[in-house]
């Protein structure tokens, strides 16, 4: 009998289906299946693929609100948020592609200076990368490896998705859409499982693996890739810094902090985690901060449009939160709000958690929650905030916060993060136009933007000779005509210099 696993919805603790596990022979037939179904779906250039993009975005809009419903249901996050953080960014990201894909992927002319003289020219050719293995987590189990399938289709490769095992049954219904819209058999696939299933795909020599989760999976992926030299993109979390300077709009700051904190019951790897708050504003921020988060409507997702923040996903993620607030506690921090689970709740939820009076010396400072706290900590001067900012393992993002916008800007490129934003956090992941990813432990590479849809193929230079020299200079014998040509090339260097001088 098969492998199985049960999908629960977290916010009742009810099943909701149960899906076969992936055996590792079936894993090898799917990625067969895919190389022969890549090799058609890059013949038929982008032209030829961009109407099943446009079919896919039409389906998509006349059924937002079954797959927002369908995500809020196994992933526990607001129907709410569900449309605004998962579903919209991922049509947004059809839209974009589809129109901006075909010019970044043609021919780039290389401009040649000396040799063009001696009828040589060279481009930039983009070739698909081939089968690309997709590893998603289940914080957004929907818009995380739907942008990556999109970038990865329209550059003309073949996916196969491997959904976190507690959000499998999303990971299904991004193959119903793609067949809905009618993309070609293999070409996109789903395997199941845990990580034993993860592992086998790393060892299954595919063109590329794009990895979103923890830091420890993530270095094994790395390791295991290595073995076949097998490329890969991972984007491995953070502890983001929010910075609110003493001119900030206190009302504003302290609403993007409690969204940014809280949002997706702070399962997000973007979260505001750490907030830094000059010491001159810092009861009015924190009085503010308290307010707003008491006003936060928590409960079942599907049972009330209106909820602000739904559950936890499991147990396991609900004591990481626990074990931070009793770590931080013990070492002087003060709770203000929350600090424990709701009574009249079933399933997986935590109250939002204000907490100050911290430092670095607790992991709520300096280990990735991925849960609903948001501790606040004073700086005195600037140089004292940059330094506290700075001083983690992950860089993924930061935001700062100010009124004077050059200030902030001048502050923001001292940080150390893949994205900072000035007045607002998070939100730049929906806006295909800019790109993600960071540095540190929280990983390299990029998805979205022109940056990300390059991480999907492989460029290759194409050099050419017009013919116009018969015998090259250059080849044997070496002799006269050669120090003649080296003489000509070191004038021309120098005539090149002095004229870009």
Not at 212 to 221: F, L
Not at 360 to 387: N, S
Not at 405 to 412: F, G, K, P, Q, Y
């Amino acid at each position: 009998m098969a492998e199985q696993i049960v999908s629960i919805n977290p916010s009742t603790l009810n099943p909701i289906e149960s899906i076969n596990v992936t055996t590792r022979e079936e894993l090898l037939e799917v990625v067969k299946k895919a190389r022969q179904a890549q090799a058609a779906w890059e013949v038929l250039g982008f032209d030829g693929r961009k109407p099943f993009f446009d079919r896919l975005s039409a389906y998509m809009l006349d059924h937002y609100e079954d797959i927002a419903k369908f995500i809020s249901r196994e992933n526990g996050k607001p129907y709410l948020e569900a449309i605004l953080a998962e579903v919209y960014p991922s049509i947004d990201v059809v839209n974009y592609y589809s129109k901006r894909a075909k010019k970044l992927l043609s021919d780039k002319k290389i401009p040649i200076r000396i040799f063009k003289f001696m009828g040589k020219k060279s481009y930039i050719m983009y070739k698909p990368a081939g089968v690309v293995g997709i590893i998603s987590p289940w914080n957004y189990p929907f818009a995380i490896p739907f942008s990556e399938i999109i970038m990865a289709l329209v550059a003309g490769n073949a996916v196969i998705l491997k959904p976190s095992e507690l959000t499998p049954l999303i990971g299904k219904k991004i193959k119903e859409l793609l067949d809905a819209a009618g993309f070609p058999e293999g070409l996109f696939s789903v395997v199941y499982g845990d990580g034993r299933i993860g592992a086998e795909m790393v060892k299954a020599q595919l063109s590329k693996i794009i990895f979103t989760g923890s830091v420890a999976t993530g270095k094994k992926i790395m390791a295991a890739a290595a073995e076949n030299l097998t490329p890969v993109v991972l984007e491995l979390g953070g502890k983001d810094p929010m910075i609110v300077l003493k001119d900030a709009d206190l009302d504003m700051s302290a609403r993007g902090a409690v969204w940014a904190g809280f949002m997706n019951s702070g399962q997000t790897c973007a979260s505001v985690e750490r907030v830094y708050v000059d010491e001159s504003i810092r009861d009015a921020f924190v009085e503010r901060v308290v307010d707003y988060t008491g006003r936060i409507r928590q409960g079942d997702t599907l049972e009330n449009e209106s909820t602000d923040m739904g559950s936890m996903i499991d147990q396991r993620q609900l004591s990481i939160v626990e074990n931070h607030v009793k770590d931080a506690s013990s070492k002087g921090a003060k709770i203000l709000t929350g600090g424990n689970r709701p009574q009249d709740l079933k399933g997986y939820f935590y109250k939002p958690t204000v907490l100050v009076d911290v430092d670095h010396t607790m992991q709520v400072m300096t280990d990735e929650t991925f849960g609903p706290l948001l501790p606040i900590m004073t700086f005195k001067t600037e140089e004292e905030a940059v330094r506290l900012a700075n001083d983690s393992r992950y860089a993924l993002t930061a935001s700062v916060w100010s009124k004077d916008i050059t200030r902030a800007e001048s502050l923001a490129r001292r940080l150390i993060a893949g994205t900072v934003t000035v007045n607002d956090h998070i939100m730049t992941y929906g806006i295909p136009e800019t790109p993600w990813g960071g540095s540190k432990e929280s990983g390299f590479g990029r998805t979205h933007a022109d940056m990300g849809l390059l991480e999907f193929v492989e460029p290759v230079h194409i050099h050419i000779d017009r013919a116009w020299l018969k015998n090259k200079p250059w080849w044997y014998p070496y002799d006269k005509k050669t120090v003649l040509f080296l003489k000509v090339m070191f004038w021309m260097t120098r005539k090149m210099k002095f004229l870009m001088s």
